[in-house]
């Protein structure tokens, strides 16, 4: 039988830490149920103790969670700790993760300790984490870039401590395959108990080869734990996607030889999950999630797939979650099949008035657009219901808009802000610029626009337009999103949903370690 790779997904931690992806304890409970659905062994549901939200959302993850370990990240410290433990309380399966930078550039400039002291620190960390759960993580920061006698002999002690997994992540993206592969390899060799834990990678993909180089972890290095992200979601360019390292396993099964827990078809709904709560979109010819990864374009690959789909098909669409639009409902759709349809896609609401805001947008869709696709179902739960469910500051009340050629575009809106109804209107570049002018002219944010984003949901004119708004102020960048048949309309509820996010204390600041 072969052995297992334990698929450990950092979505809800790392993929949040992108600037702008922050979410809301309502949409992260939703990818976690999407996570169990689609069966990652490992969820890392956040980092209980940088927030009292944060710690929330750990605690409401793994009170739900019932098929994945849920895991939350701990700085190596007292503190943290009790925290991560505290939130896990009501986890069928808990894993605190606690990690420490092991390089000799983090130690000293930014933790501004010895190695005796990291040392030190790291063993206390793991010994009091293992009195309080059985499933304990250990990661060295940086860890590719610290030196291969240092790392040795902290891995060795932290699992003399009880450390059951450890992590040797390529923190900063510096790996090169055949280097992190073999790194890997040589401290598995040194380590005289690297056999008592299994050893888990992580690597980012500053220079595009997070996946590569977590794959030569596997092969080259015996790692048996790839730490990932949907759509590769993460700090700067992102971390190893989970869709391209589970496809890459199961479709080269000749050459890995492993066998990973994951339902493959939950991966497409996975990835548009992600993308429409983050805003995040995902390039046309990304691997397995990307809209053209299975669209042949060429006279002569067309030719050859009607002949024999494995001339240039080597994983199928239909296996990874890609199903043609189908129409799914419409105008005289009553609720019982609105809630089947949600229960089918895996994302029904828990909360009754969440289900009913969602009814309600769905019957007013399906006024004004005829066909309803999965896709626009999908959009209408993580787009609008969550907003609706929250006390906003800014909500939408009219929107018109004139333009013609030879003319400037000129926008009128109305909208609430903070329960006071407020009017105005501008000029603009377009109709788009006109309206958000008109709103900002309201509000006064003073933000500035860094993104603006325009998607189909689904092919054709009549599709909804799903706007993504990014928005920087202060030193701070939030993501809005809104899906409307009116783009306009979708325009301004992204930039009304960013200045919401905007309200939201800013986290504050989290020392590398220590108080
Ligand atoms: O990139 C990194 O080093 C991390 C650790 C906290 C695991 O995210
Ligand atoms: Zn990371």
Request: hydrophobic content about 40%; proline content about 3%.
């Amino acid at each position: 039988m072969a052995e297992q790779l334990i698929i450990f997904d950092t979505t809800l931690r790392d993929g949040e830490q992108s600037p702008g992806a922050s979410m809301t304890r309502e949409e992260k409970m939703r990818i976690a149920r999407q996570l169990e659905r689609m069966k990652v062994d490992v969820i890392e549901a956040g980092f209980a103790a940088s927030s009292n939200g944060d710690f929330e959302c750990v605690r409401d993850i793994a009170n739900a969670i019932k098929d994945s370990t849920v895991c939350s990240l701990a700085r190596a410290h007292e503190y943290d700790i009790n925290r991560a433990a505290e939130a896990l309380k009501g986890a069928a399966s808990a894993r605190i993760h606690t990690f420490i930078a092991t390089s000799p550039l983090h130690m000293e400039k930014k933790l501004r300790m010895t190695p005796d002291e990291v040392f030190e620190q790291a063993c206390k960390s793991v010994r009091q984490a293992r009195n309080l759960v059985a499933d304990v993580e250990f990661s060295t920061e940086d860890g590719f870039r610290s030196e291969v006698d240092f790392l040795c002999r902290i891995i060795e002690a932290v699992i003399k401590e009880g450390a059951t997994t450890i992590n040797v992540p390529d923190t900063v993206g510096y790996g090169i395959p055949e280097l992190y592969g073999e790194f890997i390899r040589t401290l598995r060799e040194r380590v005289p108990n690297s056999d008592k834990a299994i050893w888990s990678v992580h690597c980012h993909n500053d220079l595009g080869m997070a996946v590569a180089n977590s794959l030569a972890g596997v092969k080259v290095g015996g790692a048996r734990q790839v730490e990932c992200t949907i759509n590769g979601l993460g700090e700067r360019a992102g971390n190893c996607s989970l869709e391209e390292v589970v496809m890459a396993v199961k479709t080269r099964r000749d050459y890995f030889d492993l066998d990973v827990r994951i339902d493959t078809t939950q991966i497409v709904p996975a990835s548009k999950l992600v993308a429409q709560t983050t805003g995040f979109i995902v390039q046309p010819n990304k691997a397995v999630v990307g809209a053209n990864a299975f669209a042949h374009a060429s006279g002569i690959h067309q030719d050859g797939v009607l002949k024999a789909r494995d001339t240039y098909e080597i994983m199928r669409a239909e296996d990874v979650g890609w199903s043609a639009n189908k129409l799914v409902l419409g105008k005289l759709s009553g609720r019982s099949a609105f809630k089947q349809r949600l229960s089918d896609l895996g994302i029904l609401p828990d909360a009754d008035d969440e289900l009913n805001i969602a009814f309600a947008k769905f019957k007013e869709l399906a006024d004004r657009k005829t066909e309803i696709f999965d896709e626009d179902l999908i959009a209408l739960v993580n787009v609008n219901t969550t907003a609706d469910a929250q006390p906003a500051h800014y909500k939408l009340v009219k929107l018109s808009q004139h333009s013609a050629i030879g003319e400037q575009p000129h926008a009128e809106v109305t909208i609430i802000q903070d329960g006071e109804e407020k009017r105005a209107s501008a000029y603009g570049n377009g109709p788009v610029d006109a309206c958000l002018k008109a709103i900002e002219s309201v509000v006064g944010s003073g933000a500035e626009m860094v993104l603006y984003s325009v998607n189909a949901i689904t092919g054709s004119t009549e599709a909804q337009g799903e706007v993504t708004v990014r928005l920087q102020h202060s030193g701070r960048i939030v993501n809005g999103v809104g899906a409307d048949p009116d783009i306009l309309v979708a325009s301004a509820q992204a930039y009304l949903a960013a200045l919401d996010k905007l309200h939201v204390a800013q986290p504050a600041r989290i020392p590398a370690q220590g108080e």
